[in-house]
């Protein structure tokens, strides 16, 4: 049995792929992983602090109703407490990750399970001035505003012939004191003002290998999230504590090229309203049974089949405090939603490849309806590629949106309610798609430039009804409703290159330009530019520039007469974002008992300007994190 043991200190709380470029001696190296969320033209990041971000997978969708499609090695994922869409709530760690697939949703692909005992460790720490005594509980007027605590994961595998485990514990942490958010925070409940974000989880797999390509595989895990965050549902400031369990087993190849995953997932969240208050008490759950099967007609043609047979329930488990008649969801004990898809694969030639999809829906409201795609590549020869897609898919609304009705008595000035509704006639919305890409790639080059046009019908959005801007700039409170819009349109360019100078020096860059009259709280330019250095001493450096032009959160405006604080209104807008990262990292062999030993260091935000991702959320300065990874 091999033995090998890897300590890791990582220094991102959010890291999904990894990316490489060749050194002097032509080995690969890793260097600081760039926030794809942050350079891929389908995302924009809705994110109240550094700690939870809220992605959304295409410049279309609303910040009240994001529409993600998560799978975890294809495997759909869909728990997610008051809309709150956010990558922190996957549960899957870094450790686990092999990288992540954007060409349909965002696909979490995990890694192999080594068949040699295996440990290892990850971790990061850092501050906005760079202090590396970190103090996880601190007073509001502390200097340091924004602090990462001791945080990371560890895991533990082992395999033989025919089985194979794994295990991972972590913990994730992050505190802010801004003052942007203080009065609200205090006001609420000061015993929650200087509580820290914090996150555990928890999981287990298992596989057991047969001959001709046959496996099992079990997994579970446990996620717990506390903290204060701007949720999508709720829209303002609310702590709440959720709990997600998962469980699931699968059967691949068992009968020729047939597969059967059975799933569970269960979710408990709490909002609380003070120390000595739950306001809401409730729990989602979900069991999945999904069948594929996958045949080949020809060497040309190709077909997958495959269905998803749920059983949906929620519940209420604590009501209201103040209001015992007011409920957050209503009751479900067991409705059923399943759909049906269909994929081919067409290959008429070398240099053609055409991909068809289509699939039928039915959700918990009896809603029904048809999604399709069909993807066209030619390869003109064997450096210029064109890549056609056209699509036609629904989003139905999710059970916050159908079934939830949020009402919370705030306690102190007027007015002092805040109530959101659900409802359950809303119609499934409707996302039209054309998009052209041409790709090049040769020697030291590789480009890639994309047309998008979108038209979206019925889209899904909170009609705001009363909205209220209260004692400053981060207290708004609202009374809304969700209703199907009127139709947009979208028309979008993404530009992307990486460039090889040498075997020392890369650039990568990508620029995105939104049409975005019709949806204002995407940015309509984004630009990413980074450049790479690796040097012959094994030392990488990495400097990197992002920008985001303004954009207005339509549902975040307040008028004038509306206005508790001032009386001038507040208009939603997130100003031009200029931000300025470096990382270095230096190798070393044979140092003390290790035989590899990285020290990285990144500061990110290096000039401090202000960096806000939601109109009253926290402001992001100066960070600096720091750490390291090695191998006995």
């Known amino acids: 049995m091999k033995l090998k043991i890897n300590i890791s200190f990582f220094l991102l709380t959010l890291s999904i792929s990894a990316q490489y470029f060749n050194t002097p001696n032509n080995k690969l190296i890793e260097y600081k992983v760039s926030d794809i969320f ?46 709150l869409y956010s990558v922190d709530l996957i549960p899957i760690d870094n450790l686990q990750l092999e990288k992540v697939d954007l060409d349909n949703g ?49 895991t533990i595998s082992n395999g033989a012939k025919h089985f194979l485990f794994r295990f991972l514990g ?56 506390y903290g204060w965050e701007i949720t999508p549902f709720i829209g303002s400031f609310v702590h709440l504590e959720n709990y997600l369990y998962t469980g699931q087993v699968a059967f691949e190849n068992m009968i020729d090229r047939f597969s059967f995953v059975g799933k569970y997932d269960f979710n408990i969240t709490q909002i609380h309203g003070n120390s000595n208050s739950t306001i809401y008490k409730f729990s989602q759950n979900k069991i999945m049974l999904i069948p594929k099967y996958d045949f ?58 055409i991909e068809f999809l289509l699939k039928y829906d039915k959700n918990i409201f009896n809603k029904k309806g048809v999604s399709s795609k069909i993807a066209f590549t030619y390869d003109i020869d064997h450096s210029n590629q064109i890549k056609l897609i056209c699509s036609t898919m629904l989003k139905f609304p999710d059970i916050s949106e159908l079934n939830s009705n949020y009402t919370y008595f705030r306690g102190f000035e007027e007015p002092s309610q805040l109530d959101i509704f659900g409802n359950s006639d809303l119609l499934p919305e409707r996302k039209n798609k054309l998009q052209l890409s041409y790709i090049y790639k040769k020697n030291n080059i590789d480009f890639t430039g994309t047309l998008i046009t979108a038209f979206v019908t019925r889209p899904i959005y909170q009609e705001i009804r009363r909205i209220s801007r209260m004692d400053s700039e981060t207290d708004i409170i609202r009374d809304a409703i969700y209703e199907n819009g009127e139709d947009g349109k979208l028309f979008g360019i993404n530009l992307t290159t990486k460039y090889f100078f040498n075997n020392s020096i890369s650039l990568d860059a990508n620029y995105q330009l939104n049409d975005n009259s019709d949806f204002l709280f995407t940015p309509k330019h984004k630009l990413y530019a980074g450049i790479n250095f690796c040097f012959s001493f094994r030392g990488l450096l990495n400097i990197a520039y992002q920008f985001s032009s303004k954009e ?3 549902s975040y405006k307040v008028k004038p007469i509306n206005d508790y604080f001032t009386g001038n209104g507040f208009d939603g807008e997130i100003g031009m974002k200029n931000i300025f990262n470096i990382y270095y990292q230096q190798e070393i062999f044979n140092f003390l008992f290790f035989k590899k030993l990285i020290a990285k260091l990144s500061i990110e935000n290096i000039f401090d ?13 100066r960070a600096v994190i720091f750490g390291f990874e090695g191998n006995f």
Not at 328 to 353: C, G, L, R
């Open 38 to 83: 942050e350079k891929h033209y389908y995302f924009n990041s809705f994110n109240s602090s550094r700690y939870l971000k809220i992605i959304t997978t295409d410049p279309t969708e609303r910040f009240e109703s994001p529409s993600n499609n998560y799978y975890i090695d294809g495997i759909p994922f869909d728990i997610f407490p008051l809309n």
């Open 106 to 154: 965002i696909n979490f692909k995990r890694k192999s399970i080594p068949d040699s005992f295996n440990v290892s460790f990850r971790g990061y720490v850092g501050s906005e001035t760079g202090d590396p005594l970190i103090h996880t509980y601190t007073k509001n007027k502390n200097i340091n505003i924004d602090r990462i605590p001791p945080s990371g994961t560890f």
């Open 170 to 225: 972590g913990y994730y942490g992050f505190h802010s004191t801004d003052i942007r958010n203080n009065n609200i925070i205090t006001k609420i409940d000061p015993y929650y003002s200087t509580k820290q974000n914090k996150q555990i989880f928890l999981s287990g797999e298992t596989i057991f290998d047969f001959a001709d390509n046959r496996r099992i595989l079990l997994s579970g895990s446990m996620l717990s999230f």
């Open 296 to 353: 080949e007609l020809n060497k040309n043609l190709t077909f997958s089949f495959s269905s998803i047979f749920s059983l949906n329930g929620c519940k209420n488990i604590r009501l209201n405090d103040y209001n015992p008649y007011l409920y957050f969801i209503k009751d479900i004990e067991s409705e059923v939603t399943y759909n049906f898809s269909a994929n081919a694969f067409y290959n008429p030639s070398e240099k053609i490849v």
């Open 552 to 554: 207005i959160w339509e």
């Open 609 to 621: 300007n202000e960096n806000i991702n939601v109109p009253i959320g926290n402001s992001i300065g």
